[in-house]
């Protein structure tokens, strides 16, 4: 956890150790996001994707930069069939944090299959659509359109709640209930479909559909009606229509194979042979085209690889011109004393030591030393000391790359590499610092700093 003024981190205390801020009051903020963090995924593994949405809405107002429960908010109204809003919280954590976040790759699978991104556009369009229709007294329409929506994607809740309550509407009872329940199934604490649920059970009666058998008949209720059903008495009549039905199925299946059949052939087969020709005909203008286009992209081809080879011929140049420019500003700055000798160093590192290595000439080399070993004991003294107060301060990262550069520029300095080490261990990069404390011992052996190297070292190691 950091602190919400400095940004240092925090620690068991109720002050920020950086800055000396009173965080008593944001710690205990932030514990309880986390709580309701904690609580929405719990809620959410038993798939009560309400209460998971209420718990992360509260974990938000509390920590509106809590990027895990920000994702999670997403993926509970992605499993609802809500899109556009699980891409909304997806995008907002984007934005908070660009960087190493999985709500990345949460938009990336719905923008790379345009074909799904266009099925949730239609979904939603259709959805808007058949509440128009309920405001318009179109149910039947607003029926039709919701069908379609959740064909499109069976896991819309709001979308199944809406058309059970017009199936309510319509006293479609059965119906209503059977939507509710696929609803239930994917949100099981949601409120309105268990509201829902309970006026279904309240108004269907008891008997529904109950089948009474008497001593001849079956009487049952449909709805209002009454309806009487005789049994036990057999009918020739369906089995006459089911024989009358075959012999003309026969009938006409001859007359298709001796009369119609034949000439269709004949037709579908002349429909081929002038499909195929045109076919043919298309394919040989393609393969002329496709010859065509391969000449050219052979040609161009060949002129990329001159162009790189430009390309890389200029580049080196660039690389000497640059490097003569840097040299010649800082050894104007060391002639004329314009600058301090910082500003020299800054210069003269702006030269790579690969250049230095493998494509400077004698003369560059003699006249790059000339500044640097001038300046060389300013550099290093006063990168000691801003490497030293950034560590002291905790800023390990500058603390490095100035302790780093001021053993470079005085290879005898044993304070500058010990306190080296003592910065990538702080930060946490022991790997590093177990190098570094093996060059202090190696180079300051009989020392107190190689003795408290070996300590650290053996710490870091568990021995």
Request: with cysteine; net charge negative.
């Amino acid at each position: 956890m950091f602190c919400f003024n400095c940004g240092c981190r925090l620690s068991e205390k109720n002050f920020c150790t950086g800055c000396g801020a009173d965080v008593s009051l944001y710690k205990r903020i932030m514990y309880t996001a986390n709580r309701f963090y904690n609580d929405a995924l719990d809620k959410a593994k038993v798939r009560d994707l309400s209460g998971a949405v209420t718990s992360l809405r509260q974990c938000l107002k509390l920590n509106k930069n809590h990027i895990e429960a920000r994702n999670l908010l997403g993926l509970v109204y992605f499993e609802r069939g809500e899109v556009v809003a699980a891409l909304s919280e997806w995008v907002i954590s984007k934005n908070i944090r660009s960087e190493k976040n999985i709500a990345d790759d949460y938009i990336g699978r719905l923008q790379n299959n345009p074909g799904k991104l266009d099925m949730y556009n239609q979904i939603s369009k259709k959805y808007n659509m058949a509440l128009n229709y309920c405001q318009q007294d179109s149910l039947d329409l607003a029926v039709i359109q919701l069908k379609k929506v959740i064909s499109m994607n069976p896991r819309f809740v709001q979308a199944r709640q809406l058309l059970a309550l017009l199936y309510i509407n319509n006293q479609e009872l059965e119906k209503a209930k059977k939507e509710l329940d696929k609803a239930h199934a994917i949100d099981a604490n949601n409120t309105m479909t268990l509201r829902y649920l309970r006026e279904v059970d309240e108004m269907m009666p008891a008997d529904e559909e109950h089948v009474r058998k008497k001593k001849d008949v079956i009487v049952y209720q449909s709805g209002n009606d009454t309806v009487i059903q005789p049994v036990g008495k057999k009918e020739n009549v369906a089995l006459q229509t089911l024989i009358n039905i075959l012999i003309g199925v026969a009938i006409g299946a001859g007359i298709a194979c001796f009369l119609v059949l034949p000439a269709r052939i004949q037709r579908a087969q002349s429909d081929v042979n002038t499909k195929y020709k045109a076919v043919s005909e298309q394919l040989d203008a393609k393969t002329a085209q496709v010859d065509e286009l391969t000449s050219q992209v052979n040609e161009l081809t060949n002129e990329k690889a001159s162009l790189s080879n430009s390309l890389s011929a200029a580049q080196g140049n660039s690389i000497v011109i640059e490097a003569n420019n840097n040299l010649i500003e800082a050894t104007l700055m060391y002639i004329n004393q314009t600058g301090d000798e910082m500003a020299i160093a800054d210069k003269l590192e702006m030269i790579g030591e690969e250049y230095l290595e493998n494509e400077s000439t004698e003369s560059f080399t003699k006249l790059y030393n000339t500044p640097k070993d001038s300046v060389g004991e300013v550099v290093a003294k006063n990168s000691y000391d801003l490497g030293y107060e950034a560590f002291r301060t905790e800023e390990y990262d500058t603390a490095i790359d100035n302790l780093e550069r001021a053993f470079r520029y005085d290879p005898d300095n044993g304070e500058a590499l010990y306190n080296l080490g003592n910065a990538y261990n702080k930060k946490g990069d022991t790997s590093k610092a177990v190098e570094i404390y093996e060059q202090v011992i190696e180079l300051f052996p009989d020392t107190e700093k190689a003795k408290k190297a070996a300590t650290y070292i053996k710490e870091i190691k568990g021995e």
